[in-house]
């Protein structure tokens, strides 16, 4: 079982370059998302998924889209990359179940990609 | 006040020692509570769940205080390999279930 799996794990952009950052699960989750972390702020959700074909904004989404064909698959693409965007970006999928009368999620998450914006 | 706040450390102590962390969260709602672990570099990964009633799995135990609306984390007999970020998580509100996460609080377990 691969897991989360994320491509690339490094890169180097230009200032005004766009890319797509893939993220694959091979768990059949129903929710992904994709955080940034920066030195200092933590993980902070760009954009999220609950399933195919629905995506939603999360805390910090300007400057990035993504979009959910299949369950499997939730790119992030950043669209005129910006200095600012230098960070480590994880992607995760969770899975809801009930334990002691709740429910609650676990996540899984890719091994990051570290993006360096020039 | 964001949603999950952590001192983010470093907490710095020997090996064998006791140590405890508080996460406070503001969104009352939330009913469940994760604690992640990170190592340097890498990805975090799902260390425990919190519920009403606590849970302890081996030197680590956490417990949530409603009223005060914090959870905690303790480690008990510290270990050199218990050096890492733990990332506080309330489960996501309002049926996204997609994790929020603290800045994390760090550890550094010294000889």
């Known amino acids: 079982n691969a897991g989360v799996t994320q491509t690339p794990k490094f890169q180097v952009l230009k200032t005004g370059q766009s890319m797509t950052l893939q993220c694959a699960q091979d768990?059949?989750?129903?929710?992904m998302s994709w955080y940034r972390q920066d030195p200092g702020m933590g993980l902070r959700l760009i954009h999220y998924?609950?399933?195919?074909?629905?995506?939603d904004q999360g805390e910090v989404p300007n400057g990035y889209n993504v979009s959910r064909s299949t369950t499997e698959d939730f790119p992030l693409r950043l669209l005129s990359a910006a200095p600012s965007q230098t960070s480590v970006y994880f992607c995760?999928?969770?899975?809801?179940?009930?334990?002691?009368?709740?429910?609650?999620?676990?996540?899984?998450f890719g091994q990051g990609t570290r993006l360096t914006v020039v | 006040r964001k949603e999950v706040e952590q001192d983010p450390g470093p907490f710095n102590v020997p090996e064998g020692a006791t140590v405890a962390f508080n996460c406070t969260y503001s969104?009352?709602?939330?009913?469940?509570f994760f604690w992640y672990r990170q190592d340097c570099r890498k990805e975090p990964k799902l260390l425990m769940s919190?519920?009403?009633s606590g849970n302890e799995d081996g030197r680590f135990t956490a417990q949530l205080n409603r009223a005060s609306q914090y959870i905690s984390l303790l480690i008990r007999d510290s270990k050199l390999s218990d050096s890492a970020t733990y990332l506080c998580?309330?489960?996501?509100?309002?049926?996204?279930?997609?994790?929020?996460f603290g800045r994390g609080t760090s550890l550094i377990v010294h000889p």
């Open positions: 995760a999928s969770s899975y809801s179940f009930r334990r002691q009368g709740l429910m609650n999620t676990e996540a899984f």
């Open positions: 768990m059949n989750h129903e929710y």
């Open positions: 998924s609950v399933g195919a074909g629905i995506t």
């Open positions: 969104n009352s709602a939330s009913q469940s």
């Open positions: 919190v519920y009403s």
């Open positions: 998580a309330p489960r996501g509100t309002g049926g996204s279930y997609i994790p929020t």
